[in-house]
């Protein structure tokens, strides 16, 4: 049985992440993802609200659990017993912050093994903050998040806008 952590802060989720989590999960016997509850950062979804988004994305894929988690990824694996640590590689400027991160992981927890997926071409450009940035002035997003996020994000911004 081999079980794998996906983790990330999917703040929010957008189709590069959902073609990793896809991909993955055709790789391992269990994808956990582990959705990051940063409690000193200030997301734009709270760590529940991008759980039930993660879970409502991948209710078709059997094998796929989303779990928040707090703390130290590897303390994160060792409770689920997980083997390996899957993250998605765009370009080299992800390499050196992802290269410091799976070996210090391996310092902390040396039988735990990070692997990477490189992201597929058409993803290779996408991250979260661009989303937010998009979407913060008007931009159209639907070409890269799934359209529950794309919903839940103008729900967000319509409820900043009248704060404001
Ligand atoms: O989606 P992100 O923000 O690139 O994901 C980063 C994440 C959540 C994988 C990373 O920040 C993380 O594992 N945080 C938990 C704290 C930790 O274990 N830090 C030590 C590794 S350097």
Known sequence: MLRGIYPGSFDPVTFGHVDVITRSAGKVDELIVGVLNNKAKSPLFSAEERVRMLEEITKEMPNVRIFPFEGLLVD??????????IRGLRAITDFEYELQMAQTNHKLEPELETVFLTTSLEYSYLSSSTVKEVAAFGGDISRFVPEIVADRIAEKMKKKESVD
């Open 76 to 85: 994160f694996a060792r409770k689920m017993k997980a083997d390996l640590v």
